[in-house]
């Protein structure tokens, strides 16, 4: 690595600091923080290691975590789809197809600002505008069907929701509401309703893995970083990841979910009327709503690792078990009153 580094950017010196990801991802080999003339962020995309349960590396340039898709994204410069509305991702230095069949990704080191609760509004607008001024495009390494593949790719024990001593464990008993179990059986139940709803609305280009861990903020611009799932979506699902997403790990109170619901939803429908989007904004919500499908698996794979040390994203740290159960237990229910919105907006739009 030492010697593309030198040939690719030219510097004698340098430091290299590893960056939290998603290890369990085989698609991300590492990222690192580069420091020298100045710093660059160097991402390397592999194929060759297996992963995590649920999180394999696939060769089909469709599959959900196709793992070049990526280096595709910034190659074609597919972001460029979205300039003006004030949402972009990092620029491309250099991309460097290794000997070894890996793919090195140096990109502008962003810099700016973890989200304020009032950034995730101006995310939320620019997003809109982005989505709603401009067509989604046909790539052949764009991903399809990503929710459906997301969520049927995982080892879930389902089985535990109906597992009578799980529920009495007191990490669970003490910390999930009262009423969640029945509507988690309910929107597994209704898992493949929801899935054929999502296809079934207006289309847009989809990041697909919109969360506050992927923003940055940047004077008046958003930053959108990991663009490897890229592809097809519902007109809103990025909506529908970001909100929950935001409290699932931690960076949002689960106490403020409305408030963060209305204006993100409120500052999305924006966007999308100023780029000059006239559908009907019913199906938007509904897509947010329906989104809630995604995250069915969460809690029978919380019922499974209720006794193992509860770590943070990427693994680094421990969590207070307490507060992510309860955390994670009231966004769950607020998901459950998303569930039912989109079962009645989808009665209300015949759908």
Not at 99 to 117: H, I, K, N, Q, S
Not at 147 to 158: A, G
Not at 172 to 192: M, Q, S, T
Not at 331 to 343: N, P
Request: include cysteine; glycine fraction near 8%.
């Amino acid at each position: 690595m030492s010697d593309e580094i030198r040939e690719v950017l030219g510097w004698s010196e340098w430091t290299a600091e590893p960056l939290t990801h998603n290890a369990m991802n085989a698609v991300t080999k590492g990222i690192w923080r580069l420091r020298g003339d100045r710093p660059v962020i160097l991402k390397v995309l592999t194929s060759a290691d297996e992963g995590g349960l649920g999180w394999a590396a696939s060769h089909d340039p469709r599959h959900w975590n196709y793992w070049r898709r990526e280096a595709e994204v910034y190659a074609d410069g597919l972001p460029e789809l979205w300039k003006g509305s004030g949402l972009r991702a990092p620029e491309l230095v250099a991309m460097v197809e290794r000997d070894d069949g890996d793919v090195a990704l140096y990109l502008e080191d962003a810099g700016g600002e973890r989200l304020t609760f009032e950034r995730h509004a101006v995310m939320a607008r620019q997003l809109g505008r982005a989505q709603g001024g401009s067509l989604a495009p046909d790539r052949p390494w764009l991903s399809r069907s990503f929710l459906r593949e997301y969520v049927e790719s995982k080892d879930v024990p389902y089985e535990l929701l109906d597992d009578e001593a799980a529920w009495r464990h007191p990490l669970v008993g003490e910390h999930f509401p009262p009423g969640l179990r029945a509507e988690l059986v309910r929107l597994h139940r209704d898992r493949e309703w929801f899935l054929r709803l999502m296809e079934s609305l207006p289309r847009a280009l989809c990041h697909l893995d919109v969360w506050p861990n992927n923003l940055l903020a940047r004077g008046p611009e958003t930053v959108l970083l990991d663009w490897a799932f890229t592809g097809d979506g519902a007109l809103g699902e990025d909506i529908g990841n970001h909100v929950p997403d935001s409290v699932f790990d931690l960076f949002v109170p689960a106490a403020e979910l409305p408030a963060l619901d209305r204006a993100v939803f409120g500052a999305y429908v924006r966007g999308l009327r100023e780029a000059g989007w006239s559908g009907d904004e019913r199906l938007v919500r509904l897509a947010v709503c329906a989104s809630a499908v995604k995250y069915d698996w969460l809690v029978p794979m919380m019922l499974r690792a209720v006794d193992r040390e509860q770590l943070d994203y990427g693994g680094g740290r421990p969590v207070e078990a307490a507060r992510r159960y309860r955390e994670r237990g009231a966004a769950m229910m607020f998901l459950a009153g998303w569930a039912d919105e989109a079962r009645r907006l989808a009665d209300a739009v015949a759908l």
